[in-house]
Each structure stands twice: as C-alpha cells, then as structure tokens.
C-alpha cells in the first residue's frame, strides 16, 4: 500500500493534492474506441463519482486503472507517483482495489475465509487465523459493517456479500477504492446501508472512485462527479452545481435525437401475450414471477427495469430458452410447449441482450452471421443458397448502414454499434410478426442509437409488434407506446408514457412505490 | 457501401490459403529440426536418418504403402474433424471402428449378394455399427450432461472389453479346430478390389469420395452450416433456435458412421475378416492428429494423412539400418505439437492484421 512498493513508481508529480490523477488517457480495441483523452483528479479521502451511458467506457477507464488494461497513450499517477500497472497485483500493492459489479466469492467458504483469500496471514508458514480474524474485525467496526465472520458465504444476502467484498479489498490494504456499479444489484434500503459505510470508509482517510449511471444516487453520495461520454471526459462537476436533469443532459449529450410522435394507430389484434408467466429459480427466489401482459399489432410495449429484476429471463421464457409455468401465445396460439425454432417460424424474432455472447459468431464472416438463424429461408433444398445469403446481407449492411468494407469480413472487425446494427437488421429484414428488443441500443453511439430506433418505429408502422426492455428510460419513454415496470421478477405497474416521467420510471423500478 | 472488385476477394481468399499452408510447411521444417536435434542429442545422424526417410519413402513401392497408410487414417480424421467442427471431441473413434470392424465383417458371411451390393452391404453395416457405439456418448451428453471427452475416452475401453466376449462367444471361426483366431472369411463377392494388385485396394477411392462428402455437408449444406455456427458460438447458435442437443446427436452419429469405416480396407481388401491381431487399432488416435495437423480441412486432412501415411511407410527400412524407427511417432507427434502452436499464432497475427486493413478499409471509404 506504500507508494513506494510499487516497481514501476519513478517521477513524483507535480501536483500530489489529489491521490489519482489520469491523464489523456486513450484506448482504442480493434475497431472501436473505448476512451478518447481521458483526463480525472480524484482528491482523497472523497467520493468522486464516474457517470455515464452504458458503454460511454467508464468500466473500461477503471480497468485501466487497476491494471487490467494498459493505456494505449497516457499516464497514470497515484499518490503523486506516475505509474504503469501491468497487472491487478501491481495495482493492489500500490493501494488500489476494485469491487466489481458480479462478485468473486468461494460459496462454501466463510466470510473469514473468503476475506483472506489470496492474501492469507501466516506465521512461519502455518496460518493464522486469530490475527486475521482481529484485523478484519477492527476493520469492520471502523466502516460500520456488522457481520457474522463465521458463516459461509452461501447464507449471506447479496448487500452482505458486497460488504464482503469490499472488506477483502480493504484487508489487501487498499486506499483507493473502485466500486464498479455498486448498486445495480442493491435493493433501496440496501443501498442506504452502503452508503452509509462509504461515508464512514472516507472519514477514515480511504479514497472512493464511484462508477454508476444512477443520478440520483450519485448526487446524493458522491463529493465530485466527472461525466463521461462516448469514451471522453464531458465536465468535472461539483452535485451542489448540478441537477438531475442538467446531469442527464450531459451524459446523453445535447443531440440527445427527438422522439417523433407516431401517426399511425396501435391495432386491435393481440400478436403476443402472455398469462401467468412464472420462471421458476434456482433458490426460492423466482426470476420471474407470475407476469402477464400482451402486445397488439403495432404496439410497442415498453419493459422498464434495473438489470437483474427478471426481464433477462422473461425474454428467455417466451423464446423457449428456459422452462416456464403459465402460457405464451403468439397470434392466439398457445407456443409454450413448441421449441425454440418453431416459436421462431410463428413470426417471432429476437435481439438478444449481449449481441456479442447471444447473437454473433465473431469469427465467422458478416454473410454467415447474417444467415444464422434464417438458414431455411435462405436455402436450396440441403444446400445453403450461398449467393442468396451474400446478397441479403449486403441488403442488411445497405438498409442499416453497416460501416464495413464488405460482407466477407469476420464479425469482430466491426465496432459495437456495426455489429449491434447487424443484429438488429438480421431480425428486421425477414419482418417478423413480433420482437422482443433487449437493450436494442446499448452501448452504442448517438448516431447508431436513432438509426435502429428509426427502423423499429418503421417496422412498428408495418404492423411489428413489440416488446421493448431496456433499462435506458429516454428509449423507453420515447418509443414505446404502453409502458410495464418491472422489479424483483414482477410486473410493479403500468404506465403511460405520455404522462410518466423518468422520477416516476425510477420509483417503481427501484420498488420505493 | 463499395465493396471490393471480386478479383480482390478471390485474391484475399487465395492469400489466406497460402498463409496457412506456408505457416504448416515452416512448422513441419521446425519439427524437423527438433527431431534431428534429438536425433544428434542420442548420437544419431539426422542427414543419414532423414536421407534413409527420403530414399525409401520415395521408391515406388513405398508410396504406394503410403497410400494405403494413408487411407484409414483419412477415415478417422475425418470421423474426429466433424465433431471438432462443432467443439465435441470424438475421442472415441477407436472403439467405435473396432467394433464396427467386427460387426461388419461378421455380418458380411451371414447374407449372399451380387457384389457390388454385398461390398456396399458391410459398409453400410460398419457404419450403423460405428454410429451406434458413437450414440451412446451422445445421448449420455444430451441427458446426463456427460462429457463426451470422458464417456468417448471410457467407451474405448468397453468397446475393447464388448468385442473381445462378442468375438470370443460368438464370432470365432472355430472350424480350423480352435487355431484361426479370426471370424469366417468373407465370400469373394464381398471383397473390395484392388486398384494395384495386393497393394492398394479400392477404400483410398472411398476414402476420398468421404473427404469430398464432409466438404460439401460442412462447408456447404445448410445442417453443416448449423454445425459450424453451434461450434463458433453455441449460446447464439441456441439463441437462433438451432436445436443443440439435436446437433449433438446427428454429429455424434456422422462421426460415429465415418468411424465405422476406419478398418474397412483391413478388413473387405486386405484380412476378409475380423481378428483381434490381424486389425490394426490406434488409427482412432492418430486421426486425432491428423485432423489437428489438417485444420479439419478436407485438403488438410489428405495432405496430413499422406504426411504420415509417409512416415508410417518409411519405419520398417529405418529399423533394418539401425535408426529407431519409433523416430517416425516422435516426428508426427512433435510435428503436429509444433502446427498447433504456430497455427495459433499465425491465426491471431491474422486476425489482427484483417482488423487493422478493414480499419484501413474504412478509413479510405470515410475519406472519399
């Protein structure tokens, strides 16, 4: 935790009031940019929050910073020190630790165990745990955090692990903190808790850099706020200066495209429905929990909610993914007992949540990603129709405005906005009856985001009906035409988006209403 | 959106091609050297060794062997790359062609056909009995979740077990009072002729007429495209409602069936039976490498199994003049350890460098 232990610490900076300091930081991966000439002072023993869109490149930022990632041009200075981290242990040793969003926990050990892990505290090589066990209380007791050191980690609630686990990166010694969307899987009263023991974390003299996209949350705990958006610092603000809505502003940028009001008219027919939808969980706790609702032809049906409230396993239920209790209909057909092709012949379609994981083959060209999922129609008898095949992604790559050389290309060449608005097009260009849109537009930038929002609303004319989850309220609220809120696997209300604002949206994603 | 002029496409196709067959030549030259290395380490002449290699491995008479080396090896190459093509690993062609290998040659005394047919008979059998012992690992993995890497690997062994008490019990030609230790002989009608006379008989044909087949269902039929895609990316494949379990199976079986055929030259061109001694095992392993050493290409798999086809014909000569010829096993062994690699690393510099010129690519198109 001394500066000086880490290798790489040469010249001292000149201004060392502020404990980390990055400057003009850039990163590019092949074909995108993730952060553009990023320049943070984080002063310590404070709270600076780190806003933006998904995939504005906060997560990527902070990777950089513990070592996970190396900079392609810029420095970084912690303590006064500028340095290189060329590994996590590198960034731990010079005081640096990250909590990140999915816990890293061995369910079967204590919380004592899981604290020490990796670095556990020896003497002449025999373990011991008395002193572990004394310097993880004090502590503990220094933040305000009151757990049973004993239990094993399976028996602890999701607050209480990521209590644990941000006592394992204090036990390394860590005095600059990371917390990489810490309350994303937080209830509300959870959240309070947290934040409390970061206020107390910070008057002990830790320094907290805070990565989060929800406003209020960040104006309500944070010191600083530096807003970043597609890969470049905006502003360093102070929350007294800023509003909510100034914040929005800024992370969305002031080309934020219009929502323009529909002239045509929601039909009358019911395309997809769903009564009684209930996945059943791996625990007690049902992912999804007795959901009904329907679409018409037309219409697109908005689901709001805070990643992990059950959509991810809603859209998965009504492909045929997963198992499911109660009945989906596709156009007044019961589909819940055919498989997931024939669902797919009935009219549906689906833009998967991680189009890289879900929806594409990476190393496979654009003409075979395309193809996936359509290979019926674009066949002659056994045989793929290899012209017809080109030919209809060269129409994708037209119709959506693919930026790509040609269709021969591997997917990965693409940025994530070409390769999303390829799966959107591979969904769109069949014309389907019914799609499900998961986070149609995430982490993709302004331009990409009004194109395929464009070729929803186009679609959505035709007669396309659609569900429509995302957690990004401004497309929620700007496209749909019924909105449905979910939070902890159930629908919490229903609401209209001429009259719902985002303060409403938030309320009862969060379940404060 | 230009795209490129079709002459530039075929021209990055060709390149490509050229890549990976310069980095598996300069990768075989590095076994090479690693062989002779050894060679020179236990107080062998390499140039004598390799030298010895060349002379008899190129005499006539030896790359005819070469052929016939080369033909079950092809079957089971083939047999493994259908399953690496969608990330199973069929490790278990062994049993399945040894106990395809008995079936088929005990069935083919028990009918009497016209000869074309009766030929096409056994191997038809040897296939559904290839592809049977093959589905057992799949429905195992469709639903217990069994690793087929395991079960494949554990069905080796009860195939071994299964067709020594099959052969002993109820297969054994015992009218030679108890001496042959073979199945009855196969009817002449149901022999596979030969294309050079007690040389080479006419499975090599079979054996390419499959190698063909495989490219045309793999690369070009709409199941093979399925395969691939469930290989490539199996959560998006599923997602795209290409059923996985019924992938597992169909390619479980094709695998199984081309399995079935590894033995055939032995047993329709060469034994007219089955004996536990007079078929040749391990050629379910080293079709492991062979595919692994032809990119599960159908012209890598030949070119591989010529390769050691070669090798394999060459051994028997180093023996005589004082060579180990186990150096022939440790070549293919460190010759495909070394194509791996350097594949590897030749296709990730590939891939950079296709990221990099599509940036370029794009760039220019900005610019215009």
Redesign the interface.
Known sequence: MQAGSAKSSQTLSAESANIVELKNISKSFPGVIANRDISLQVARATIHAIVGENGAGKSTLMKILYGLHQPDSGTISVNGYVTQFKSPSEAIAAGVGMVHQHFMLADNLTVLENIILGSEPTKIGVLSLGDARKQVKEIATSIGVEIDLDLPISELGVGQRQRVEILKVLFRGAEILVLDEPTAVLVPQEVDELFTNLRKLVATGTTIIFISHKLDEVLAVSDEITVIRQGSTVATVLPKSVDRLKLAEMMVGSDLPSHGKRTTKVGATIQLAAHNLTVLGKDNKNPVQNVSFNVAEGEIVGIAGVDGNGQFELCEALLGLVASQGTIEISGTDVSKLSIRERLKKGLAYIPFDRQREGLMLGASLWENSLLGHEQQLSRGPMIDLAAAKNSCREIIERFGVTTPNELVPAFVLSGGNQQKLVVGRNLATAPKILIAAHPTRGIDVGAQAAVWEEIRRSRDAGMSVLLVSADLEEVLGLSDRILVMFDGEIAAELDPKSATPQILGKYMTGTR | ?S??PASQ?NF?ALQKSLVTFGSSLSAIAFALVICGLLLLVTGKDPFAAYGKILETGLSGDKLLEMLKRATPLIFSATAVAIGFKMNLFNIGVEGQYLFAALIAAEMGTRVSLPRPLHILFILIVAMIAGAAWASIAALLKIHRGINEVISTIMLNYIALSVIQWMFETFFRDDSDGGLNVKTTEIAPSGRMPDLVDDRLNGMLIVALLIVILYWFVIF???????L??SG??P?????????ANRMVLIAMILSGAIAGLVAMPAVIGDVYAYGPSAIATQFGFAGIAVALLGRNHPVGIVGAALLFGFLDSTSAELQLSGIPSSIVKVIQAIIVLVVVIVNEASSRRF??R???R??L??KS?DTQ
Do not use: H, V, W, Y
């Open positions: 959106m795209t490129k496409r990055d070009r039929s709409r199941f093979g495209f399925q691939r895609a490539l990316n959560i998006a494949a599923r997602t795209a409602g290409i059923p891939n950079r296709t990221a990099e599509a940036a690519a794009l198109l």
